[in-house]
Nanobody, 121 residues
Framework: QVHLVESGGGSVQAGESLTLSCAAS????????MSWYRQVPGSQRELVAT???????NYVDSVRGRFTVSGDTAENSVYLQMNNLKPEDTAVYYC???????????????WGQGTQVTVSS
């Protein structure tokens, strides 16, 4: 069984910073990528940033230059440093990992429980 646990959400003022953390644990053989998504009520979940096994980082245009994804898929961890936060960044942020579980020997997506980020103007 695989578990993803996020931490680091909270409430801040516009212009401030937060860092989200995500750790994956369980019977993991390999991770291809770890990502951060966010979702606001009534909207689809949006991909924010991805860190690949090779260390490549990709961002949605709205956060590029403000957010930095880092970590080590070999250590099953990913972080999201969020600077210059804006009210429109308010959402529940979810950690995602595309990984191979030992029992299934197949790649699948796994999700954390989500952490709330609220940015006030």
């Amino acid at each position: 069984q695989v578990h993803l646990v996020e931490s680091g959400g909270g409430s801040v003022q516009a212009g401030e910073s937060l860092t989200l953390s995500c750790a994956a644990s369980g019977s993991i053989l390999a991770i291809t990528a770890m990502s951060w998504y966010r979702q606001v009520p009534g909207s689809q979940r949006e991909l924010v940033a991805t860190l690949t096994r090779g260390g490549r980082a990709n961002y949605v245009d709205s956060v590029r230059g403000r957010f930095t994804v880092s970590g080590d898929t070999a250590e099953n961890s990913v972080y999201l440093q969020m600077n210059n936060l804006k009210p429109e960044d308010t959402a529940v942020y979810y950690c995602n990992a595309n990984l191979m579980e030992r029992l299934t020997s197949d790649y699948a997506d796994y999700w954390g429980q989500g952490t709330q980020v609220t940015v006030s103007s």
